[in-house]
């Protein structure tokens, strides 16, 4: 009996549960919400990127740590400073979009529906996608260019503030509408989002793939340059030839059919990265 008493004070006496004050259970909730955000803000921006290679960073430098690589451990200590002002200075647009959202958020109203939008198992519904291969076909066959953003996981924010906000459901009306000649909208980009058409004439960065055939104009670098810095299936609907191009991991994919489409932007649609992917490279591809 002694023995069984001396252990649980020797082991098991310091397993108490901290007394817990109204102050402790704000600090918890204040910190869990600022980590939420946090993870949110990474996963909807380029940040998710850097994030994966700061942890293959990591893995070096641990790996260095291990096996006592000098050279390497005093490349890493001189360039720490110099990566944290380069990071500031590359991420600036997204930290300056991170701060505007937080002051424009409802925190109430946050805690309340906590990002129902996670809820949901698709970005695009069937009929979204209908709607997008129609219109994409109908300015095809007139020779109406157009160029569509469908963003995907990364969110696009710091080129939609260059457009001029839309907030409307995605319908082949709108989008053929917003495109066509000599309208205040059809120059530059449709940028789509979640069953939205978020905003128009949106500006994008432009391509600087010496790689890409000359005789391709402005509208398709700009295509290909977005599909460079963000995961987005970029459609491009050629003014001059009426053909259909994809953009996507900085790639061009030409003359793409409406069946290909279709499947690419049911592919862009679903939200778990695990699911099958979809052969879909039927048409020629051309860098």
């Known amino acids: 009996m002694d023995a069984i008493v001396?252990?649980?004070?020797?082991?098991?006496?310091?397993?108490?549960i901290p007394e817990f004050t109204v102050t402790d259970i704000l600090e918890i909730i204040i910190i869990a919400y600022a980590f939420y955000?946090?993870?949110?803000?990474?996963?909807?921006?380029?940040?998710?990127?850097?994030?994966?290679?700061m942890l293959l960073l990591g893995l070096i430098f641990l790996a260095a740590v291990l096996l006592e690589m000098n050279v390497v451990l005093w490349v890493f200590r001189n360039a720490m400073v110099v990566g944290i002002v380069a990071l500031v200075v590359i991420f600036q647009?997204?930290?300056?979009?991170?701060?505007?959202?937080l002051g424009r958020k409802n925190i109430l109203g946050t805690l309340a529906s906590f990002d129902s939008q996670k809820a949901k198992n698709e970005r695009y519904s069937e009929?979204?996608?209908?709607?997008?291969?129609?219109?994409?076909?109908?300015?095809?066959?007139?020779k109406t260019g157009a160029l569509i953003v469908v963003e995907k996981n990364?969110?696009?924010?710091?080129?939609?503030?260059?457009?001029?906000?839309?907030?409307?459901?995605?319908?082949?009306?709108?989008?053929?509408?917003?495109?066509?000649?000599?309208?205040?909208?059809?120059?530059?980009?449709?940028?789509?989002?979640?069953?939205?058409?978020?905003?128009?004439?949106?500006?994008?960065?432009l391509s600087n793939n010496l790689e890409v055939s000359k005789e391709l104009g402005t509208r398709h670098r700009a295509g290909l340059g977005i599909s460079e810095?963000?995961?987005?299936?970029?459609?491009?609907?050629?003014?001059?030839?009426?053909?259909?191009?994809?953009?996507?991991?900085?790639?061009l994919y030409r003359k793409v059919d409406a069946d290909t489409l279709q499947l690419r932007l049911a592919e862009a649609a679903r939200r778990n990265p695990d699911e099958k992917k979809i052969k879909w490279w039927k048409g020629r591809r051309k860098k």
């Open 229 to 251: 810095v963000s995961d987005s299936l970029t459609i491009i609907v050629s003014e001059e030839t009426g053909f259909v191009s994809l953009a996507s991991d900085g790639k």
């Open 154 to 205: 990364i969110q696009c924010r710091e080129y939609e503030r260059t457009g001029i906000p839309i907030d409307s459901e995605i319908s082949s009306q709108l989008i053929i509408n917003i495109f066509e000649h000599n309208t205040p909208l059809h120059d530059g980009a449709v940028l789509l989002r979640d069953n939205r058409i978020v905003a128009a004439t949106c500006y994008l960065p």
């Open 37 to 53: 955000h946090i993870i949110l803000w990474i996963k909807d921006t380029r940040a998710w990127m850097l994030l994966k290679g």
């Open 127 to 142: 009929k979204s996608i209908q709607s997008i291969v129609k219109a994409v076909y109908d300015m095809a066959r007139v």
């Open 93 to 101: 647009p997204e930290l300056r979009g991170a701060l505007e959202q």
């Open 6 to 16: 001396s252990f649980f004070r020797n082991y098991v006496a310091w397993l108490t």
